[in-house]
């Protein structure tokens, strides 16, 4: 299993991320609303995604200069689907509204579930154009596409985007992805909500309702990713794990994965694991301090050993070395090709900045001083480097 990075903060970390052993990036594209879709000029049509391009190509290329590769995770802005789904809806609904008048109940739902499912994948359509050219534009510098990481949080999506939605959608990535490069790998997008298999099992086997002649999905939808790609944040430190142990949490990975590794080997392609997102909230004693107090003040019983605000459990950091060490260990035997560490450094520097359990997941706390899972990491990505897809 590699070591990568979810994203890059600082440009002058470069020499040390070669120096540390990173093997992989994650970086992102957003593909935003550009106006009405008719009567776009082609020329203006994708100057929003031009510019990414030409940034995420000159950066893949200084990163294979350093012998890392990138993962781009391709995302729309949630507008898309909030504002232009309705639109296709709506005009549906109203095709079809002296039928539903005097449809029976049962109709109506088909009806109701149909004209939704066909507002999807004019979607769809109109987005794999988009997708074909961003992976045509660099094939030639980057072979590893995600489709919408997190897709299910409501703060990434803005709860625009449905599990059964995002199932049809990623069979539209990676048509288009290999239409443009067969060489290439799709990732599903992680999800980082969920402690359990529920949303893997709507990837490869989801509940496929008969709408007329015609079912929800398409045939084969196990098969429409390359790499069963996690977010597995909360399976560690997720709300109501406060007083897991170092072993409980390992015992859960193992249930969870080994039930995944069934579910891909019964209805998907037997994809291997990686993450282009994991880390463990961290915290040290001042931090500690200052929740203890607050913990006091509230009349709450005070856990020194697992708390964070607001209701995110996290890991004193002088546990971490043996928390990443376990957890490294356990994923890659399991057989993960890639995991990318969620944080290089800290985003936030003390208690009174603790808006979101992210901020503080880094190798580095914001001042730079490495904590002990560093060392942990660091030595795992030496001892794996160039590992991946062999």
Excluded at 202 to 228: A, K, M
Excluded at 274 to 280: C, K, N
Excluded at 294 to 302: F, H, Y
Aim: charged share 25%; glycine share 10%; net charge negative.
């Amino acid at each position: 299993m590699e070591i990568g990075l979810n994203g890059i903060s600082h440009v002058d970390q470069m020499d040390e991320m070669e120096d540390f052993g990173i093997g992989w990036v994650k970086q992102s594209l957003e593909i935003k609303p550009a106006g009405e879709d008719e009567g776009r000029n082609p020329a203006s049509r994708h100057e929003d995604i031009d510019i990414q391009v030409r940034h995420l190509s000159q950066q893949a290329e200084d990163l294979h200069g350093r012998g890392m590769r990138m993962v781009i995770d391709v995302r729309t802005d949630p507008r898309i689907f909030v504002e232009r789904t309705p639109v296709h809806l709506k005009k549906l609904q109203a095709e079809r509204a002296e039928e539903f008048k005097t449809a029976t109940e049962s109709r109506k739902h088909e009806i109701a579930v149909e004209t939704a499912r066909i507002a999807t994948t004019t979607l769809a359509d109109l987005l794999g154009e988009e997708i074909y050219y961003i992976v045509d534009q660099l094939k030639d510098v980057i072979k590893d596409w995600e489709w919408w990481g997190e897709h299910t949080c409501p703060i990434v999506s803005l709860g625009s985007l449905p599990q059964t939605d995002y199932t049809l959608l990623l069979g539209m990535f990676n048509h288009a992805v290999k239409q443009a490069d067969p060489e290439a790998r799709t990732w599903n997008g992680g999800d980082g909500v969920s402690s359990t298999t529920h949303w893997l099992n709507f990837l490869v086997n989801p509940p496929s309702p008969r709408i007329g002649q015609h079912t929800w999905y398409p045939g084969g939808v196990g098969e429409h990713f390359d790499v069963c790609n996690w977010h597995h944040y909360k399976i560690t430190m997720g709300p109501g794990n406060e007083d897991y142990g170092l072993s409980e949490v390992i015992d859960r990975y193992d249930e969870v994965f080994a039930e995944s590794r069934r579910l891909l080997k019964e209805y998907g392609t037997d994809q291997p694991f990686a993450s282009t997102e994991w880390g463990i909230t961290m915290v040290d004693d001042e931090v500690l301090d200052y929740l203890e107090a607050l913990q006091r003040k509230k009349g709450q019983t005070v856990r020194r050993s697992y708390t964070y605000s607001p209701g995110w459990p996290a890991l004193p950091e002088n546990h971490s070395a043996e928390w990443f060490g376990a957890c490294l260990d356990c994923f890659d035997g399991h057989g993960f090709e890639v995991l990318c560490i969620h944080e290089w450094q800290d985003k936030a520097g003390g208690p009174r900045d603790m808006n979101h359990w992210g901020a503080f997941c880094g190798l580095k706390d914001i001042g730079g001083n490495k904590r002990p899972c560093y060392y942990v990491v660091r030595d795992f990505a030496r001892a794996n480097y160039g590992t991946a897809f062999n």
